[in-house]
T-cell receptor
Framework: AQRVTQPEKLLSVFKGAPVELKCNYS??????LFWYVQYSRQRLQLLLR??SRESIKGFTADLNKGETSFHLKKPFAQEEDSAMYYC????????????FGKGTRLHILP | DTGVSQDPRHKITKRGQNVTFRCDPI?????LYWYRQTLGQGPEFLTY????????KSRLLSDRFSAERPKGSFSTLEIQRTEQGDSAMYLC????????????FGSGTRLTVV
């Protein structure tokens, strides 16, 4: 069954410290992986996707097929990074819908 | 085109009443998705359309829920005989057929059933 697991509901990190938001997935095949972010009072928006291998706002994510993980990382946290982060996956079949994890709230401490 | 629009932003209704939400996707997007999000949970898939065709409906969606997308443009989600458990944020998203590029979400409609 398709599943996305984000083990941390809340992660508090001091400003300037490294950030790692964990995501593990279960999927029979090779999925496409995403990270979505929701800032306070804003809509859910795409942060990055594995296929593009881009770095957005200093965040990167590496797909580890052996560990079925897609952890989100940033070397130095900024206060504006405080938000809700959702890991998500879809199949590579373009008819597949996106499945979301439950999310991790990232709180950057001053 | 300013993105995906949803109306209303908030809806309070009494248990047993019917409610209808509207979503206007990005004009060049032929795929439209409905999700539901409750407190502490990620968005949960409900149904999706490609143009006017409803291609998939979640097993979690009871018969009280129905969605339409006439003419492949805007979509409506109707909930009949609302229950308190229907209280949630209802999100609409759209994309091109190449779903691997991710979706663009609307701001959502928050439903409160009292």
């Amino acid at each position: 069954a398709q599943r996305v697991t984000q083990p941390e509901k809340l992660l508090s990190v001091f400003k300037g410290a490294p950030v790692e938001l964990k995501c593990n997935y279960s999927y029979s095949g090779s999925p496409e992986l995403f990270w979505y972010v929701q800032y306070s009072r804003q809509r859910l928006q795409l942060l990055l996707r594995h296929i593009s291998r881009e770095s957005i706002k200093g965040f990167t994510a590496d797909l580890n097929k052996g560990e079925t993980s897609f952890h989100l990382k940033k070397p130095f946290a900024q206060e504006e990074d405080s938000a809700m982060y959702y890991c998500a996956l879809s199949g590579l079949n373009r008819d597949d819908k996106i499945i979301f994890g439950k999310g991790t709230r990232l709180h950057i401490l001053p | 085109d300013t993105g995906v629009s949803q109306d209303p932003r908030h809806k309070i209704t009494k248990r047993g009443q019917n409610v209808t939400f509207r979503c206007d996707p990005i004009s060049e997007h032929n795929r439209l998705y409905w999700y539901r999000q409750t407190l502490g949970q990620g968005p949960e898939f409900l149904t999706y359309f490609q143009n006017e065709a409803q291609l998939e409906k979640s097993r979690l969606l009871s018969d009280r829920f129905s969605a339409e997308r006439p003419k492949g443009s805007f979509s409506t989600l109707e909930i009949q005989r609302t229950e308190q458990g229907d209280s949630a944020m209802y999100l609409c998203a759209s994309s091109t057929r190449q779903g691997g590029y991710g979706y663009t979400f609307g701001s959502g409609t928050r439903l409160t059933v009292v």
